[in-house]
């Protein structure tokens, strides 16, 4: 990575996924915010060590996940926040927008809850990752990634009250 304008174009397009992940992890905005700037200061220095240019969405997805269970780590050591709760019941949503913005609230506390090995490859699935490129992205093999998605899928229908 030679210059800034590089760096720029990669944090554009990659920058909501960035935050997506770290929402699955840290509940405050504020917080969300920090990590995100950390996980562009890492990129900035990890990028030289890339190796295919291709596997770029992966290896930016790797150190955010990295950087976010560091996060959590250090959290639960200073246990200065409890990192899970219910959510306060809420009026029924009045139209489709708001219907779906619960289920997608509904949907981020959930995943938020599952352990973090299932945290990992759920917040990438929802990114539209592939299985390969989720296990690319946290150096596990295919088939484990295809195993924790699958027990995480299974956690989230369990946890959004669908016992299918």
Known sequence: MSNIAELEQ???VH??????????????PDR??????????????????LNDPATLKSYIARITQNICVTHIRRALVRQ?????????DRAPPIDEAAAHAAQLT??????????????????????????????????ISESNASVRLHRAKSALRLSLGDPS
């Open 32 to 49: 969300v915010d920090d990590l995100a700037q950390d996980v562009w200061i890492a990129v900035w220095q990890a990028l030289p060590r």
């Open 80 to 88: 200065t926040q409890p990192l899970t709760g219910a959510l306060p």
């Open 10 to 12: 990669i944090i554009e």
């Open 106 to 139: 509904r949907l981020i506390e959930a995943v938020r809850n599952l352990p973090d090995n299932l945290k990992a490859v759920a917040t990438l699935y929802l990114e539209e990752m592939p299985v390969k490129e989720i296990a690319v992205a946290l150096g």
């Open 15 to 28: 920058a909501a996924m960035v935050r997506r992940i770290a929402s699955a992890y840290e509940r405050h």
